[in-house]
């Protein structure tokens, strides 16, 4: 099994980090698993309905203050 990829998109304002995210999801095979993190205010609401959209799988989620960490496993 390889690594998850690494997306920071910490200090990023709505839609940044979830454009980051749809943008690694482009270059990247069915299954391969994201960890990102962002402490935008609006990132897990956009990040759950992102992933209802797209049909990727919010496989984590943990909030520390306004830090998430959220894993997602992409879509086949």
């Not at 999801?25 to 797209?54: H, K, N, S």
């Not at 203050?65 to 959220?70: E, K, P, T």
Request: net charge negative.
């Amino acid at each position: 099994m390889t690594e998850p990829i690494q997306i920071d998109a910490r200090g990023k304002k709505c839609p940044r980090p979830i454009i980051e995210l749809a943008k690694a999801r482009r270059r990247l095979e069915p299954g391969t698993v994201i960890e990102i993190q962002a402490d935008d205010l609006a990132f897990e609401v956009d990040l759950r309905a992102w992933c209802e959209t797209t049909g990727n799988e919010l496989s984590a989620l943990e909030r520390d203050g306004q830090l998430v960490r959220a894993q997602v496993t992409l879509a086949k």
